[in-house]
Every structure is written in structure tokens, then in C-alpha cells.
């Protein structure tokens, strides 16, 4: 929705960008205009990312020796005309505020993912006396640059490793900065490894007025898929 944050959770190396890209893929197809604020990826990475996510495996046939350079050039022609907008330098707080706003005032984005959260650095000279208060003072400068902008925006968020040695599901606890997060963000994401299989869980929730999280009812079970390069539903 307009003017409102979702947030996807998950742990490093567990394909939140590979999610991020077909949805950023799905988007741009249906005429959507979509950036990407990524402080990890260059334009570069991004786009051959998301050649391999689009071409059906290529990357995985091309590995296998089966995959050739023209089929590349042929998913990649496929999409290099896509309303898709990226930024890919290190940002501070204030940095990918004016990121976000250049992509909507120059290009006109709708639809803004930013990947991630937590590899926001603070603007120099700013100072916190902990990090819930860092990432609380970063999520409400992005939640009020997306009213501002009037934009959708998915912002990708990471989870300690606490759950995973512990054995159990992720909890708003393991994310940095959950307080602010889950009083501030619309909807709630989280992906990560299905416990009972070799698959994922991408389990959604919602806050409600009272800022309480409320599990919804639909609960996905996905698997990665190399030689798509993605994931689909199980």
C-alpha cells in the first residue's frame, strides 16, 4: 500500500534478495515502477541476479555446461527495458532518504525495496546509546520518507543467529531494532528454513491498531529451486 512499510525478515544467505528480485521482477512486468536501494549488490550484481532469477535457470544450465552465453543475452534483452531503478553505494540514514527521493522525483517510483535495514550506517557525528535506539531512529526516518513519497516500500531486515543455534522458529526479539519495527511497519514478513524439510517458511503478520502483532492465515511453504534460480510455492 501506498504510504506504508512492509518489512521481510530473514537470516544472511537465505535468498531475501532472490525473493526480492521476482517480486521486483513481478512488479516491473505488470507496469510497476520499482527501485532498489542496495548497499550489498552492485547495478552490476543486480542485474545479472536477476537475468539468472528471470532466465529459467541459466545460471544453474550454464554451471551444469548445458547453458551458453547467447540464451543470457536473450533473457537479459528480455528485461533490460523493465521500469526498474537501482542505487547501489553505501548509504547513511540521510543518504537513503535522498536516494528514495530522487528515484521518486526523477524516475517516478512506486514501488521502493531496500536491501537492507541493517547495513544503514549512522550519519557521522550521530550518536546513540544503544542500537535498538539506532534502528529505532532509522525506521522512523523511513517510515516518514515513505508517507512523505506517498510509496509502497518493502525493507529487508535481518535476524541474529540466536534462533538457528537454539533450535527454534525466529522471533520478533531476534531482529535488530523489533520494538520500533513492529510498532512502525505495516505488515511483517519472515523467511527461514523449514525445520521439518529442506524447504522455507514465508510466514506473514499483521499489526493491528493497538501495535500487536496478529498471526494471518496464510502461511507459505516455498523451496529454492536452482535450476530456476528462485523459489515457488510447495
Not at 17 to 30: C, F, G, V
Not at 100 to 126: C, K, Q
Not at 175 to 186: D, P
Request: charged share 25%; glycine share 6%.
Amino acid at each position: 500500500p501506498k504510504g506504508k512499510v512492509s518489512v521481510v525478515a530473514a537470516y544472511r544467505n537465505t535468498g531475501k534478495s532472490t525473493l526480492a528480485k521476482q517480486e521486483i521482477l513481478n512488479l516491473a512486468r505488470s507496469g510497476v515502477k520499482v527501485g532498489l536501494i542496495t548497499m550489498e549488490d552492485t547495478c552490476r550484481d543486480v542485474f545479472t541476479n536477476t537475468v539468472t532469477v528471470d532466465g529459467a535457470g541459466w545460471m544453474w544450465k550454464y554451471q551444469q555446461g548445458s547453458g551458453d552465453m547467447n540464451a543470457f543475452r536473450h533473457y537479459a534483452d528480455a528485461i533490460k527495458d523493465l521500469p526498474i531503478y537501482v542505487i547501489d553505494a553505501p548509504q547513511t540514514i540521510s543518504e537513503w532518504e535522498a536516494s528514495a527521493t530522487l528515484l521518486v522525483a526523477r524516475y517516478g517510483v512506486e514501488m521502493l525495496f531496500t536491501d537492507h535495514l541493517h547495513e544503514i550506517m549512522p550519519d557521522r557525528g550521530a550518536r546513540y546509546s544503544n542500537i535498538d535506539d539506532k534502528y529505532t531512529a532509522f525506521i522512523e526516518v523511513i517510515v516518514a520518507t515513505t508517507k512523505r513519497l506517498n510509496i509502497g516500500h518493502c525493507l529487508y531486515a535481518q535476524f541474529s543467529r540466536d534462533c538457528e543455534k537454539e533450535g527454534r522458529s525466529p522471533r520478533m526479539s531476534d531482529l535488530k531494532g523489533s520494538s520500533s519495527i513492529e510498532q512502525k511497519a505495516r505488515r511483517i514478513y519472515t523467511l527461514y528454513k523449514d525445520p521439518e524439510s529442506d524447504g522455507f517458511i514465508y510466514e506473514g503478520s499483521k499489526i493491528s491498531n493497538s501495535a500487536a502483532k496478529t498471526r494471518e492465515d496464510r502461511v507459505a511453504k516455498l523451496r529454492f529451486c536452482p535450476h530456476h534460480d528462485g523459489f515457488e510455492v510447495v
